[in-house]
Nanobody, 123 residues
Framework: QVQLVESGGGLVQAGGSLRLSCAAS????????MAWFRQVPGKEREFVAT????????YYADVVKGRFTISRDNAKNTVALQMNSLKPEDTAVYYC????????????????WGQGTQVTVSS
């Protein structure tokens, strides 16, 4: 069982930055690929970014590429999402997820999810 707890969300002006963090309570954290997804009320949850178990492979949604950076620290069992140049359309609840599958953008491949953290970008 993997428990994931996100933090770092909040309110920021357009053009600003936020750093989200996700802490995992599992001894074998390095065996999981990790990802961030986001969801706006009334819409499907969408993929944001994923990182392989070693941190060597990353993959981003086109809408965040060049603005967001995913990273992980296996010694601390954490994964982070650095979000720069934020836009109002980035407003959403952001979820951390863990998967045993290789780097993948598909929700069905993720077995464990956090409760989410709200990010609001004002114009």
């Amino acid at each position: 069982q993997v428990q994931l707890v996100e933090s770092g969300g909040g309110l920021v002006q357009a053009g600003g930055s936020l750093r989200l963090s996700c802490a995992a309570s599992v001894r074998t954290f390095s065996r999981y690929d990790m990802a961030w997804f986001r969801q706006v009320p009334g819409k499907e949850r969408e993929f944001v970014a994923t990182i392989g178990w070693s941190g060597g492979r990353t993959y981003y949604a086109d809408v965040v590429k060049g603005r967001f950076t995913i990273s992980r620290d296996n010694a601390k069992n954490t994964v982070a999402l650095q979000m720069n140049s934020l836009k109002p359309e980035d407003t959403a609840v952001y979820y951390c997820a863990a998967s045993r599958a290789p780097v993948t953008p598909w929700q069905k491949d993720y077995d464990y999810w956090g409760q989410g953290t709200q990010v609001t970008v004002s114009s």
